[in-house]
């Protein structure tokens, strides 16, 4: 009798247990979510892209996204943009970073507030996270392109495009930003490999177009030899684009871009641009939602997410496959 009793009553707390475990998650399935996303800078296409993707995976699990950011790809005005977000309480943040190390202990303060951290695109510190090694580890997972491949395949092109041999340089953003410092290394590596190129000083435009195209035609004047360029970023291929037009060189000075907006295709089917890597933006927003709502709902998540890229150029841009990888504005 008294046996039965303790089975019955261990039976009894099992069902519990299993009923306060389903519960418990139910629960956190049931709850709706508010996931911020904080961009780069909010009127780039690429972030456009990602947040269409993001919305989307908000969507799918019934979470609410709130997309907040700055007007430039600058700490000093999305650190305000990040803090102001820490005050709403949101349940995840995702942002992509605009400085690997001055945006680290603005982001604690988030993971200390108790909300937990995904970077999306960009990373803070190495980009290795949960590691327990170092004071930029404690974001829940990075998910991205990988910038160092995407260097090499823009390297890759370029020394075909200019059969081997001549001088380039890479048209680049800021030092200290993860993306464009992995793209330029992952192109310099490459570079390493064809001996017959040299690769002149990398020029820096501060995400600004026009000194990226100023800074093209005064490489050019220093070097009328000089056979390429590699615009590390929308606004820098852009801008080195505009750059070769205005100094009379297309055909003779090639362009490999990174990232994809409508204007670098129409620069490919111009003749302009050689080819973009496409970077896929709107997987990153999507898979960093997911990411979010996995890990408030109690599961784990991978601490690092690699998304693909389409390589774009005259010959494939009118198949759908690829131009469905074509940004939004
Ligand atoms: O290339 C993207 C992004 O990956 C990078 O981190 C910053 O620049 C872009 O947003 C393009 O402008």
Do not use: C, W
């Not at 700055?70 to 005050?87: K, S």
């Not at 170092?134 to 991205?144: E, L, N, T």
Request: proline content about 5%.
């Amino acid at each position: 009798m008294e046996r039965r009793s303790f089975f019955k009553t261990a039976g009894a707390l099992a069902m519990a247990g299993a009923v306060a475990l389903s519960a418990g998650s139910a629960g956190a399935q049931d709850k709706k979510f508010t996931i911020a996303l904080i961009p780069g800078l909010t009127t780039d296409a690429f972030y456009i892209t990602m947040r269409k993707g993001a919305e989307a995976a908000a969507k799918a699990v019934g979470a609410e996204l709130v997309f907040q950011g700055a007007p430039d790809f600058n700490p000093v005005t999305q650190v305000p943009v990040l803090d102001a977000v820490i005050g709403k309480k949101p349940d995840a943040i995702l942002i992509a970073p605009t400085d690997k190390t001055q945006l680290v202990q603005p982001l604690k303060k988030a993971a200390e507030a108790g909300i937990p951290v995904i970077t999306v695109d960009t990373f803070i510190g190495t980009g290795q996270y949960q590691t327990g090694a170092g004071d930029a580890d404690f974001p829940i997972s990075y998910v991205a392109s990988d910038n160092v491949l995407g260097g090499a395949i823009a390297a890759r092109a370029l020394a075909t495009a200019i059969g081997d041999k001549g001088k380039v340089y890479v048209s680049n953003v800021k030092p200290g930003i993860s993306t464009t410092d992995q793209r330029e290394e992952g192109f310099k590596a490459e570079m390493a490999k064809h001996p017959g190129i040299t690769v002149l000083e990398t020029q820096y435009n501060d995400n600004d177009a026009n000194k990226a195209a100023s800074q093209l035609q005064a490489v050019y004047a220093r070097n009328p030899d000089l056979s390429g360029v590699f615009g590390a970023n929308l606004f820098s291929a852009l801008g080195a684009a505009n750059g070769v037009q205005q100094a009379g060189q297309m055909g003779k000075v090639r362009v490999v871009a990174f990232d994809a907006p409508g204007s670098i295709v129409d620069n490919i089917n111009g003749g302009l641009v050689d080819m973009a890597i496409a970077q896929h933006p709107a997987e990153i927003g999507y898979f960093g939602v997911m990411a979010a709502y996995a890990h408030l709902t109690g599961n784990s998540v991978p601490t690092a997410i690699g998304t693909g890229f389409t390589v774009i150029d005259k010959n494939n841009l009118s198949d759908p496959n690829v131009a469905k990888f074509i940004y939004s504005e």
